[in-house]
Protein backbone atom coordinates (compact mmCIF):
# COMPACT_ATOMS: atom_id res chain seq x y z
CA UNK A 1 0.00 0.00 0.00
CA UNK A 2 1.33 2.95 -0.97
CA UNK A 3 1.91 6.38 1.58
CA UNK A 4 -0.18 9.52 0.06
CA UNK A 5 -0.12 11.79 3.01
CA UNK A 6 -2.87 14.07 3.83
CA UNK A 7 -0.92 17.57 4.10
CA UNK A 8 -0.01 17.48 0.19
CA UNK A 9 -0.91 18.59 -2.87
CA UNK A 10 -0.10 15.83 -5.73
CA UNK A 11 0.54 16.37 -9.70
CA UNK A 12 -0.90 14.13 -12.53
CA UNK A 13 2.73 13.39 -13.43
CA UNK A 14 3.45 12.18 -9.36
CA UNK A 15 4.99 14.97 -8.01
CA UNK A 16 4.21 16.32 -4.50
CA UNK A 17 4.30 19.87 -3.01
CA UNK A 18 4.08 20.80 0.61
CA UNK A 19 3.54 24.48 0.84
CA UNK A 20 4.01 26.99 3.82
CA UNK A 21 3.31 30.19 2.93
CA UNK A 22 4.44 31.44 -0.59
CA UNK A 23 7.14 28.58 -0.22
CA UNK A 24 6.73 24.97 -1.82
CA UNK A 25 8.83 21.97 -1.40
CA UNK A 26 8.79 19.82 -4.13
CA UNK A 27 8.87 16.15 -4.62
CA UNK A 28 8.11 12.67 -6.30
CA UNK A 29 5.50 10.08 -4.11
CA UNK A 30 6.06 7.06 -2.84
CA UNK A 31 4.19 5.62 -5.98
CA UNK A 32 6.45 7.10 -8.24
CA UNK A 33 9.62 5.99 -6.47
CA UNK A 34 8.10 2.17 -6.70
CA UNK A 35 7.39 2.47 -10.18
CA UNK A 36 10.92 3.78 -10.85
CA UNK A 37 12.82 1.48 -8.47
CA UNK A 38 16.05 1.92 -7.40
CA UNK A 39 16.76 5.76 -8.30
CA UNK A 40 21.00 6.17 -9.17
CA UNK A 41 21.13 9.48 -10.59
CA UNK A 42 18.84 12.95 -9.36
CA UNK A 43 19.66 16.02 -11.34
CA UNK A 44 18.36 19.42 -9.73
CA UNK A 45 17.54 22.58 -11.61
CA UNK A 46 19.90 25.42 -10.73
CA UNK A 47 19.00 27.84 -7.64
CA UNK A 48 17.66 30.75 -9.04
CA UNK A 49 16.14 29.49 -12.42
CA UNK A 50 12.64 30.09 -12.66
CA UNK A 51 10.22 27.26 -13.66
CA UNK A 52 6.72 27.10 -14.64
CA UNK A 53 4.10 24.67 -13.93
CA UNK A 54 4.08 21.60 -15.70
CA UNK A 55 7.84 22.51 -16.98
CA UNK A 56 10.32 19.51 -16.71
CA UNK A 57 12.78 20.72 -14.33
CA UNK A 58 14.67 17.40 -12.81
CA UNK A 59 15.99 13.97 -13.96
CA UNK A 60 15.51 11.25 -11.64
CA UNK A 61 17.44 7.93 -13.40
CA UNK A 62 16.61 4.71 -12.32
CA UNK A 63 18.96 1.68 -13.41
CA UNK A 64 16.57 1.00 -16.26
CA UNK A 65 15.11 4.54 -17.14
CA UNK A 66 15.40 8.74 -17.39
CA UNK A 67 12.34 10.33 -15.92
CA UNK A 68 11.78 14.25 -16.50
CA UNK A 69 9.78 15.62 -13.39
CA UNK A 70 7.78 17.97 -13.36
CA UNK A 71 7.56 21.16 -11.63
CA UNK A 72 3.73 21.03 -10.15
CA UNK A 73 3.76 25.07 -9.47
CA UNK A 74 5.51 27.50 -10.86
CA UNK A 75 8.11 30.07 -9.65
CA UNK A 76 11.42 30.12 -8.83
CA UNK A 77 14.11 27.70 -7.30
CA UNK A 78 15.73 28.90 -3.57
CA UNK A 79 17.21 25.40 -2.60
CA UNK A 80 18.01 22.27 -4.11
CA UNK A 81 18.48 19.11 -1.72
CA UNK A 82 22.03 18.38 -2.12
CA UNK A 83 21.92 15.15 0.16
CA UNK A 84 19.34 13.21 -2.90
CA UNK A 85 22.03 14.26 -5.59
CA UNK A 86 24.75 12.94 -3.57
CA UNK A 87 22.54 9.79 -1.93
CA UNK A 88 19.93 9.37 -4.70
CA UNK A 89 18.75 6.43 -2.74
CA UNK A 90 17.02 9.01 -0.53
CA UNK A 91 14.42 9.71 -2.90
CA UNK A 92 13.11 5.87 -2.51
CA UNK A 93 13.82 5.39 1.03
CA UNK A 94 12.13 9.14 1.95
CA UNK A 95 10.57 10.10 -0.53
CA UNK A 96 8.55 12.62 1.68
CA UNK A 97 11.18 13.59 3.63
CA UNK A 98 15.22 13.57 2.89
CA UNK A 99 14.26 12.69 -0.33
CA UNK A 100 12.70 16.16 -1.24
CA UNK A 101 14.00 17.72 -4.75
CA UNK A 102 13.84 21.15 -3.99
CA UNK A 103 12.15 24.62 -2.51
CA UNK A 104 10.42 27.30 -4.61
CA UNK A 105 9.31 30.59 -4.33
CA UNK A 106 5.75 30.53 -5.65
CA UNK A 107 4.55 33.00 -8.26
CA UNK A 108 0.93 32.23 -7.99
CA UNK A 109 -0.73 30.60 -4.87
CA UNK A 110 -3.94 30.22 -7.52
CA UNK A 111 -2.16 27.38 -9.21
CA UNK A 112 -3.02 24.77 -6.36
CA UNK A 113 -6.37 24.67 -7.02
CA UNK A 114 -5.11 23.00 -10.18
CA UNK A 115 -3.17 20.18 -8.05
CA UNK A 116 -4.56 16.69 -7.14
CA UNK A 117 -6.25 16.34 -3.60
CA UNK A 118 -4.23 13.20 -1.80
CA UNK A 119 -7.85 11.53 -2.56
CA UNK A 120 -7.89 12.03 -5.86
CA UNK A 121 -4.28 11.25 -6.30
CA UNK A 122 -5.38 7.86 -4.58
CA UNK A 123 -8.13 7.50 -7.01
CA UNK A 124 -5.72 8.56 -10.11
CA UNK A 125 -2.98 5.61 -8.86
CA UNK A 126 -5.89 3.23 -8.56
CA UNK A 127 -5.33 2.38 -5.10
CA UNK B 1 -1.32 -8.08 -29.30
CA UNK B 2 1.59 -9.10 -27.12
CA UNK B 3 2.59 -12.76 -27.19
CA UNK B 4 3.24 -14.30 -24.04
CA UNK B 5 5.26 -16.95 -22.77
CA UNK B 6 3.39 -20.16 -20.74
CA UNK B 7 4.94 -18.35 -17.50
CA UNK B 8 2.76 -15.02 -17.83
CA UNK B 9 0.45 -16.64 -15.42
CA UNK B 10 3.85 -17.20 -13.22
CA UNK B 11 5.10 -14.13 -13.76
CA UNK B 12 1.78 -12.04 -12.58
CA UNK B 13 1.74 -14.08 -9.12
CA UNK B 14 5.33 -13.28 -8.53
CA UNK B 15 4.36 -9.48 -8.63
CA UNK B 16 6.14 -9.07 -11.96
CA UNK B 17 6.11 -5.95 -13.96
CA UNK B 18 5.54 -6.49 -17.41
CA UNK B 19 6.71 -4.38 -20.67
CA UNK B 20 6.91 -5.46 -24.64
CA UNK B 21 9.87 -6.84 -25.21
CA UNK B 22 10.34 -8.07 -29.00
CA UNK B 23 6.78 -8.40 -29.54
CA UNK B 24 6.45 -10.73 -25.95
CA UNK B 25 5.22 -9.38 -22.64
CA UNK B 26 7.84 -10.08 -20.56
CA UNK B 27 8.59 -8.99 -17.02
CA UNK B 28 11.19 -6.42 -16.86
CA UNK B 29 11.56 -6.92 -12.60
CA UNK B 30 10.13 -8.58 -9.78
CA UNK B 31 11.71 -6.41 -7.00
CA UNK B 32 13.89 -4.46 -8.29
CA UNK B 33 16.82 -4.47 -11.14
CA UNK B 34 19.87 -3.73 -8.22
CA UNK B 35 18.69 -6.85 -6.36
CA UNK B 36 17.87 -9.10 -9.25
CA UNK B 37 21.07 -8.11 -10.13
CA UNK B 38 22.98 -8.93 -7.20
CA UNK B 39 21.29 -11.90 -6.66
CA UNK B 40 22.79 -13.39 -9.82
CA UNK B 41 26.39 -12.04 -9.02
CA UNK B 42 26.34 -13.75 -5.53
CA UNK B 43 23.53 -16.52 -5.40
CA UNK B 44 20.96 -17.15 -8.28
CA UNK B 45 18.88 -16.07 -10.42
CA UNK B 46 15.90 -17.54 -12.48
CA UNK B 47 14.94 -15.91 -16.09
CA UNK B 48 12.10 -17.07 -18.41
CA UNK B 49 13.47 -16.80 -21.50
CA UNK B 50 10.83 -18.87 -23.58
CA UNK B 51 10.68 -15.85 -26.01
CA UNK B 52 13.92 -17.31 -27.80
CA UNK B 53 13.57 -18.70 -30.66
CA UNK B 54 14.18 -22.77 -31.36
CA UNK B 55 15.30 -24.30 -34.38
CA UNK B 56 15.91 -27.43 -35.95
CA UNK B 57 18.60 -27.95 -38.97
CA UNK B 58 18.63 -31.72 -39.72
CA UNK B 59 19.51 -33.82 -42.38
CA UNK B 60 23.02 -35.34 -43.94
CA UNK B 61 24.14 -32.01 -45.32
CA UNK B 62 22.95 -30.12 -42.39
CA UNK B 63 26.49 -29.27 -41.10
CA UNK B 64 27.43 -28.21 -44.70
CA UNK B 65 25.19 -25.96 -44.62
CA UNK B 66 25.59 -24.22 -41.40
CA UNK B 67 28.96 -23.52 -41.86
CA UNK B 68 28.37 -21.92 -45.11
CA UNK B 69 25.52 -19.58 -43.28
CA UNK B 70 27.14 -19.35 -39.81
CA UNK B 71 30.36 -17.39 -38.66
CA UNK B 72 31.64 -19.98 -36.70
CA UNK B 73 32.78 -23.26 -37.14
CA UNK B 74 30.67 -26.21 -36.61
CA UNK B 75 32.49 -28.98 -37.03
CA UNK B 76 34.19 -27.92 -33.96
CA UNK B 77 31.37 -29.27 -32.71
CA UNK B 78 31.16 -32.60 -31.19
CA UNK B 79 27.42 -34.13 -30.13
CA UNK B 80 26.44 -31.98 -27.07
CA UNK B 81 28.04 -29.10 -27.52
CA UNK B 82 27.78 -25.98 -28.43
CA UNK B 83 29.08 -22.59 -29.46
CA UNK B 84 28.42 -19.14 -29.78
CA UNK B 85 27.75 -17.49 -33.68
CA UNK B 86 26.38 -15.20 -36.21
CA UNK B 87 24.34 -15.26 -38.84
CA UNK B 88 25.36 -12.49 -41.88
CA UNK B 89 24.03 -11.06 -45.03
CA UNK B 90 26.15 -10.74 -48.13
CA UNK B 91 27.76 -7.64 -46.66
CA UNK B 92 28.69 -8.87 -43.50
CA UNK B 93 25.66 -7.65 -42.31
CA UNK B 94 24.34 -9.18 -39.08
CA UNK B 95 20.98 -10.85 -39.32
CA UNK B 96 21.37 -12.86 -35.93
CA UNK B 97 23.89 -13.90 -33.49
CA UNK B 98 22.37 -17.25 -32.14
CA UNK B 99 23.58 -20.13 -29.75
CA UNK B 100 24.34 -23.36 -31.74
CA UNK B 101 24.44 -27.16 -30.49
CA UNK B 102 25.18 -29.87 -32.28
CA UNK B 103 22.02 -32.63 -31.09
CA UNK B 104 23.46 -35.88 -32.98
CA UNK B 105 25.78 -36.12 -36.60
CA UNK B 106 23.17 -34.75 -38.43
CA UNK B 107 20.65 -32.42 -36.70
CA UNK B 108 21.33 -29.06 -34.85
CA UNK B 109 19.63 -26.67 -32.60
CA UNK B 110 19.73 -23.17 -33.00
CA UNK B 111 18.53 -20.47 -30.42
CA UNK B 112 17.77 -17.35 -31.76
CA UNK B 113 16.40 -13.95 -30.93
CA UNK B 114 12.95 -13.34 -29.95
CA UNK B 115 12.80 -10.60 -32.41
CA UNK B 116 14.88 -12.40 -35.09
CA UNK B 117 12.69 -15.90 -35.35
CA UNK B 118 11.41 -14.92 -39.19
CA UNK B 119 13.56 -12.87 -40.44
CA UNK B 120 15.79 -16.27 -39.64
CA UNK B 121 13.73 -18.82 -40.57
CA UNK B 122 12.86 -17.10 -43.84
CA UNK B 123 16.73 -16.39 -44.34
CA UNK B 124 17.32 -19.98 -43.62
CA UNK B 125 14.62 -21.28 -45.63
CA UNK B 126 15.68 -19.39 -48.84
CA UNK B 127 18.97 -20.27 -48.99
CA UNK B 128 18.46 -24.05 -48.87
CA UNK B 129 15.72 -23.56 -51.06
CA UNK B 130 18.25 -21.74 -53.46
CA UNK B 131 21.27 -23.74 -52.73
CA UNK B 132 22.87 -26.91 -53.83
CA UNK B 133 21.07 -29.06 -50.39
CA UNK B 134 17.55 -29.41 -52.03
CA UNK B 135 16.21 -31.96 -49.85
CA UNK B 136 19.39 -32.80 -47.99
CA UNK B 137 18.61 -29.91 -45.37
CA UNK B 138 15.47 -29.66 -43.26
CA UNK B 139 14.85 -25.85 -41.64
CA UNK B 140 12.48 -26.52 -38.79
CA UNK B 141 10.74 -23.81 -36.22
CA UNK B 142 9.99 -25.10 -33.15
CA UNK B 143 10.09 -21.64 -31.44
CA UNK B 144 6.27 -22.35 -30.64
CA UNK B 145 7.08 -25.65 -29.22
CA UNK B 146 9.34 -25.03 -26.22
CA UNK B 147 9.39 -22.84 -23.59
CA UNK B 148 13.30 -22.33 -21.54
CA UNK B 149 14.55 -20.67 -18.56
CA UNK B 150 17.73 -19.99 -17.87
CA UNK B 151 18.97 -20.65 -13.77
CA UNK B 152 22.45 -18.30 -13.50
CA UNK B 153 24.65 -17.65 -10.31
CA UNK B 154 27.74 -19.07 -8.75
CA UNK B 155 25.17 -21.17 -6.40
CA UNK B 156 23.26 -22.43 -8.84
CA UNK B 157 24.91 -25.83 -9.31
CA UNK B 158 24.55 -26.74 -5.93
CA UNK B 159 21.14 -27.06 -6.04
CA UNK B 160 20.32 -27.63 -10.00
CA UNK B 161 19.90 -31.67 -9.53
CA UNK B 162 17.23 -31.31 -7.12
CA UNK B 163 15.05 -30.02 -9.84
CA UNK B 164 17.10 -31.84 -12.84
CA UNK B 165 17.21 -35.24 -11.57
CA UNK B 166 18.84 -38.00 -12.59
CA UNK B 167 21.33 -38.76 -15.44
CA UNK B 168 21.70 -37.71 -19.37
CA UNK B 169 21.88 -40.48 -21.82
CA UNK B 170 23.21 -38.16 -24.90
CA UNK B 171 23.88 -36.51 -26.27
CA UNK B 172 26.61 -35.70 -23.57
CA UNK B 173 26.43 -38.43 -21.07
CA UNK B 174 26.63 -37.07 -17.30
CA UNK B 175 25.48 -38.79 -14.37
CA UNK B 176 23.65 -35.72 -13.43
CA UNK B 177 23.31 -31.96 -14.67
CA UNK B 178 25.97 -30.29 -12.62
CA UNK B 179 28.49 -32.32 -14.09
CA UNK B 180 27.77 -30.86 -17.35
CA UNK B 181 31.18 -29.13 -18.83
CA UNK B 182 30.59 -25.23 -19.99
CA UNK B 183 28.36 -24.99 -23.42
CA UNK B 184 27.50 -28.62 -23.25
CA UNK B 185 24.20 -29.96 -24.02
CA UNK B 186 22.16 -33.08 -22.29
CA UNK B 187 18.72 -34.96 -22.68
CA UNK B 188 17.11 -35.21 -19.31
CA UNK B 189 13.62 -36.47 -17.55
CA UNK B 190 11.57 -34.23 -16.03
CA UNK B 191 8.30 -35.83 -14.83
CA UNK B 192 8.64 -38.43 -17.83
CA UNK B 193 9.38 -35.67 -20.00
CA UNK B 194 12.53 -35.27 -22.38
CA UNK B 195 13.66 -31.31 -21.80
CA UNK B 196 17.21 -30.29 -22.80
CA UNK B 197 19.35 -28.40 -20.22
CA UNK B 198 23.06 -26.88 -21.16
CA UNK B 199 25.42 -25.19 -19.34
CA UNK B 200 25.06 -21.94 -20.79
CA UNK B 201 23.95 -18.19 -20.26
CA UNK B 202 24.03 -14.63 -20.83
CA UNK B 203 25.07 -13.03 -17.81
CA UNK B 204 28.83 -13.85 -17.49
CA UNK B 205 27.62 -16.52 -13.99
CA UNK B 206 27.68 -20.68 -14.19
CA UNK B 207 24.55 -21.67 -14.94
CA UNK B 208 22.35 -23.55 -17.20
CA UNK B 209 19.71 -22.89 -19.28
CA UNK B 210 16.58 -25.44 -19.82
CA UNK B 211 14.54 -25.86 -23.10
CA UNK B 212 11.45 -28.10 -22.45
CA UNK B 213 8.42 -28.22 -24.51
CA UNK B 214 5.64 -29.07 -21.91
CA UNK B 215 7.26 -28.83 -18.80
CA UNK B 216 8.16 -25.03 -18.50
CA UNK B 217 6.07 -23.95 -15.84
CA UNK B 218 6.37 -26.93 -13.88
CA UNK B 219 10.49 -26.98 -14.12
CA UNK B 220 9.75 -23.05 -13.30
CA UNK B 221 8.15 -23.78 -9.83
CA UNK B 222 10.41 -26.86 -9.14
CA UNK B 223 13.38 -24.44 -9.52
CA UNK B 224 11.86 -21.55 -7.03
CA UNK B 225 11.16 -23.90 -4.61
CA UNK B 226 15.23 -25.70 -4.46
CA UNK B 227 16.25 -22.47 -5.24
CA UNK B 228 15.38 -20.27 -2.70
CA UNK B 229 17.61 -21.88 0.03
CA UNK B 230 20.00 -20.75 -1.85
CA UNK B 231 18.80 -17.45 -2.62
CA UNK B 232 17.78 -17.91 -5.79
CA UNK B 233 15.10 -14.94 -7.11
CA UNK B 234 13.16 -14.73 -10.11
CA UNK B 235 14.71 -12.53 -12.32
CA UNK B 236 13.56 -9.93 -15.13
CA UNK B 237 14.92 -8.54 -18.25
CA UNK B 238 16.08 -5.51 -16.53
CA UNK B 239 18.67 -7.65 -14.61
CA UNK B 240 19.45 -9.84 -17.75
CA UNK B 241 20.18 -6.15 -19.01
CA UNK B 242 22.83 -4.95 -16.75
CA UNK B 243 24.14 -8.63 -16.43
CA UNK B 244 24.96 -8.48 -20.12
CA UNK B 245 26.29 -5.34 -20.35
CA UNK B 246 28.81 -5.66 -17.20
CA UNK B 247 30.08 -8.62 -19.39
CA UNK B 248 29.71 -7.02 -23.14
CA UNK B 249 28.01 -9.24 -24.84
CA UNK B 250 25.94 -7.85 -27.62
CA UNK B 251 22.48 -7.56 -27.73
CA UNK B 252 20.37 -7.81 -30.78
CA UNK B 253 19.16 -4.35 -32.13
CA UNK B 254 21.94 -2.44 -29.96
CA UNK B 255 25.09 -3.59 -30.35
CA UNK B 256 24.44 -5.46 -33.39
CA UNK B 257 22.50 -4.88 -36.67
CA UNK B 258 22.20 -5.66 -40.24
CA UNK B 259 24.49 -2.61 -40.67
CA UNK B 260 27.09 -4.09 -38.83
CA UNK B 261 29.60 -6.73 -38.98
CA UNK B 262 30.99 -9.03 -36.28
CA UNK B 263 34.42 -7.70 -36.88
CA UNK B 264 33.18 -4.32 -36.14
CA UNK B 265 31.51 -5.39 -33.33
CA UNK B 266 34.27 -7.08 -31.90
CA UNK B 267 33.13 -10.93 -32.30
CA UNK B 268 36.25 -11.72 -34.80
CA UNK B 269 36.75 -14.70 -32.29
CA UNK B 270 33.47 -15.94 -33.39
CA UNK B 271 34.28 -15.77 -37.41
CA UNK B 272 36.07 -18.58 -38.71
CA UNK B 273 37.79 -17.05 -41.75
CA UNK B 274 39.89 -20.58 -42.47
CA UNK B 275 36.49 -22.66 -42.46
CA UNK B 276 36.07 -22.05 -45.96
CA UNK B 277 33.17 -20.06 -47.52
CA UNK B 278 30.40 -18.62 -45.99
CA UNK B 279 27.73 -15.67 -46.64
CA UNK B 280 29.69 -12.77 -45.83
CA UNK B 281 33.47 -14.22 -45.79
CA UNK B 282 34.25 -11.50 -48.53
CA UNK B 283 33.32 -8.85 -46.30
CA UNK B 284 34.81 -9.89 -43.34
CA UNK B 285 38.21 -10.77 -44.68
CA UNK B 286 38.68 -7.75 -46.31
CA UNK B 287 38.06 -5.89 -42.42
CA UNK B 288 40.04 -8.28 -40.86
CA UNK B 289 42.72 -7.76 -43.04
CA UNK B 290 42.28 -3.99 -43.89
CA UNK B 291 40.78 -2.87 -40.74
CA UNK B 292 37.04 -1.34 -39.64
CA UNK B 293 35.97 2.17 -40.28
CA UNK B 294 33.88 1.75 -36.65
CA UNK B 295 34.32 -0.20 -33.55
CA UNK B 296 32.28 -1.12 -30.73
CA UNK B 297 34.30 -0.35 -27.43
CA UNK B 298 33.33 -0.55 -23.75
CA UNK B 299 33.62 2.66 -21.96
CA UNK B 300 33.08 3.18 -17.85
CA UNK B 301 32.11 7.24 -16.91
CA UNK B 302 34.66 8.47 -14.68
CA UNK B 303 32.65 10.84 -12.63
CA UNK B 304 29.53 10.96 -10.67
CA UNK B 305 27.32 11.66 -13.58
CA UNK B 306 23.98 10.30 -14.93
CA UNK B 307 24.22 6.69 -16.82
CA UNK B 308 25.08 6.93 -20.17
CA UNK B 309 21.95 5.41 -22.52
CA UNK B 310 20.95 4.25 -26.02
CA UNK B 311 21.51 7.04 -28.66
CA UNK B 312 23.75 9.46 -26.28
CA UNK B 313 26.43 10.83 -28.36
CA UNK B 314 29.89 10.07 -28.01
CA UNK B 315 32.73 12.84 -28.18
CA UNK B 316 36.28 13.16 -28.75
CA UNK B 317 38.21 15.06 -26.21
CA UNK B 318 40.46 18.50 -26.08
CA UNK B 319 40.43 21.67 -28.27
CA UNK B 320 39.12 19.98 -31.16
CA UNK B 321 36.25 17.68 -29.77
CA UNK B 322 34.32 16.40 -31.75
CA UNK B 323 30.83 14.35 -32.23
CA UNK B 324 32.82 10.76 -32.79
CA UNK B 325 30.25 7.77 -32.64
CA UNK B 326 26.95 6.86 -30.43
CA UNK B 327 26.05 5.16 -27.38
CA UNK B 328 24.44 1.74 -28.14
CA UNK B 329 24.21 0.33 -24.75
CA UNK B 330 24.24 1.83 -21.60
CA UNK B 331 23.37 1.87 -17.69
CA UNK B 332 24.03 2.08 -13.97
CA UNK B 333 26.25 -1.02 -12.86
CA UNK B 334 24.57 -2.42 -10.28
CA UNK B 335 28.18 -4.35 -9.59
CA UNK B 336 30.62 -1.56 -10.00
CA UNK B 337 28.10 1.39 -8.88
CA UNK B 338 29.07 4.01 -11.82
CA UNK B 339 27.82 4.06 -15.24
CA UNK B 340 28.96 1.45 -18.35
CA UNK B 341 27.88 1.48 -21.47
CA UNK B 342 29.17 0.37 -25.35
CA UNK B 343 29.65 2.45 -28.04
CA UNK B 344 30.96 2.75 -32.12
CA UNK B 345 33.59 4.80 -32.12
CA UNK B 346 36.28 5.26 -35.31
CA UNK B 347 39.08 2.77 -34.75
CA UNK B 348 41.50 5.27 -33.37
CA UNK B 349 39.38 5.86 -30.16
CA UNK B 350 38.82 2.53 -29.78
CA UNK B 351 41.98 2.00 -27.35
CA UNK B 352 41.36 0.67 -23.96
CA UNK B 353 42.72 4.04 -21.90
CA UNK B 354 41.26 6.32 -24.49
CA UNK B 355 39.35 9.41 -22.77
CA UNK B 356 35.91 10.36 -24.69
CA UNK B 357 33.00 11.89 -23.44
CA UNK B 358 29.35 10.81 -23.34
CA UNK B 359 26.58 13.90 -24.28
CA UNK B 360 24.19 13.56 -21.45
CA UNK B 361 20.91 15.99 -21.91
CA UNK B 362 23.13 18.19 -24.05
CA UNK B 363 26.05 18.34 -21.90
CA UNK B 364 29.56 16.25 -21.65
CA UNK B 365 30.92 13.95 -18.89
CA UNK B 366 34.38 12.12 -19.21
CA UNK B 367 34.53 8.21 -19.61
CA UNK B 368 37.04 6.35 -20.66
CA UNK B 369 37.30 3.27 -22.80
CA UNK B 370 37.94 0.22 -21.15
CA UNK B 371 39.06 -3.31 -21.73
CA UNK B 372 36.21 -6.04 -22.22
CA UNK B 373 34.57 -7.27 -20.17
CA UNK B 374 33.64 -3.76 -18.12
CA UNK B 375 32.57 -6.12 -14.95
CA UNK B 376 35.31 -9.23 -13.99
CA UNK B 377 34.61 -11.79 -11.35
CA UNK B 378 36.88 -10.91 -8.22
CA UNK B 379 38.88 -13.70 -7.89
CA UNK B 380 39.05 -15.47 -4.10
CA UNK B 381 42.25 -15.70 -2.50
Known amino acids: MTNIPSDLKYAKSHEWVRVNGHTGVVGITDHAQHELTDVVFVELPAVGRQVKAGEACAVVESVKTASDIYSPVSGQIVEVNKAAVDNPALVNTEPYGGGWFYKIQLSNLAELNNLLSPESYKAQIGQ | MLKRT ?18 WEMPVQYTSIMDEHQAVRTAAGLFDISHMGEVVVSGPQAETFLNQTLTNDVRELAAGRGQYTLMCNERGGVIDDLYIFRLMRTEFLLIINASRINQDVEWMTQRVASGPYASDVKVTNASDRFGAVAVQG ?9 CIVGYSAGPTEVDQASDLQKNELGLFNFNRMVIYVARTGYTGEDGFEVFAPLQIV ?25 LRTEMCYPLYG ?19 LDKG ?18 KCVAFKMTDKSAPPRPHYGIWSTGADAKHIGGVVSGTQSPSLGIGIGMGYVPPQFAKPGTAIDIEIRGKRAPAVVVQKPIYRKPTRG
Open chain 2, 154 to 162: PRVKEFING
Open chain 2, 218 to 242: AIWNKLLEVGRPFGLKPCGLGARDT
Open chain 2, 277 to 294: DFVGRTVLAEQKEKGVSK
Open chain 2, 254 to 272: QELDEHATPIEAGLGFFVA
Open chain 2, 6 to 23: PLFEAHQKLGGKLIEFGG
